[in-house]
T-cell receptor
Framework: DTGVSQDPRHKITKRGQNVTFRCDPISEHNRLYWYRQTLGQGPEFLTY????????KSRLLSDRFSAERPKGSFSTLEIQRTEQGDSAMYLC????????????FGAGSRLTVL | GDSVTQMEGPVTLSEEAFLTINCTYTATGYPSLFWYVQYPGEGLQLLLK?????DKGSNKGFEATYRKETTSFHLEKGSVQVSDSAVYFC?????????FGKGTMLLVSP
């Protein structure tokens, strides 16, 4: 078990460009979550999947954001037409569907929009 | 909606001092409560949890008791170490997602 892996760890892009982040969860976990964390704030929920189904999306997830988990394993989070306000750490977490929702987090992907 | 309020930091202590970080919550139903810790340059790690009223979670010398009557889950440690310097997040979960507080930075000096 290698934990939750995220790639890339850091992305610098120009405003208006598209970026994509990948998350590989713990293999036996069927729930996968995306959170966003800005400096000095706690993580904010974006969306989550149970297997390949996207079950909940936060209102923070604007139309420029899309997340997929096509085969119920890894997930991607794409941000189109990036804005400077999108600069943040994007965190992925996974959990089993039973129990007290103990999430295991990855190290995060830091996005800097210039 | 659900929310978590933590005391603002930074909390600055000398080694071996007693630590309390206050956390209160607002939630419908009966949430589970968590403390996560984020060490510099690392991802969030679960520190401890409690799933029902009066449960006490504990790990690495840290403790927190789920107090339904005061809607609180305060984190305590009897004797902090320099290695405990980190950001601590209180969180709750209802059915599916975690809601976090803003985090409290702890700085421990030798």
């Amino acid at each position: 078990d290698t934990g939750v892996s995220q790639d890339p760890r850091h992305k610098i892009t120009k405003r208006g460009q598209n970026v994509t982040f990948r998350c590989d969860p713990i293999s036996e976990h069927n729930r996968l979550y995306w959170y966003r964390q800005t400096l000095g704030q706690g993580p904010e929920f974006l969306t989550y999947f149970q297997n390949e189904a996207q079950l909940e999306k936060s209102r923070l997830l604007s139309d420029r954001f899309s997340a997929e988990r096509p085969k119920g394993s890894f997930s991607t989070l794409e941000i189109q037409r990036t804005e400077q306000g999108d600069s943040a750490m994007y965190l992925c977490a996974s959990s089993p569907s039973s129990g007290a929702n103990v999430l295991t987090f990855g190290a995060g992907s830091r996005l800097t929009v210039l | 909606g659900d929310s978590v309020t933590q005391m603002e930091g930074p909390v600055t202590l000398s080694e071996e001092a007693f630590l309390t970080i206050n956390c209160t919550y607002t939630a419908t139903g009966y949430p589970s409560l968590f403390w996560y810790v984020q060490y510099p340059g690392e991802g969030l790690q679960l520190l401890l949890k409690a799933t029902k009223a009066d449960d006490k979670g504990s790990n690495k010398g840290f403790e927190a008791t789920y107090r339904k009557e005061t809607t609180s889950f305060h984190l305590e440690k009897g004797s902090v170490q320099v290695s405990d310097s980190a950001v601590y997040f209180c969180a709750l979960t209802g059915y599916s997602t975690l809601t976090f507080g803003k985090g409290t930075m702890l700085l421990v000096s030798p």
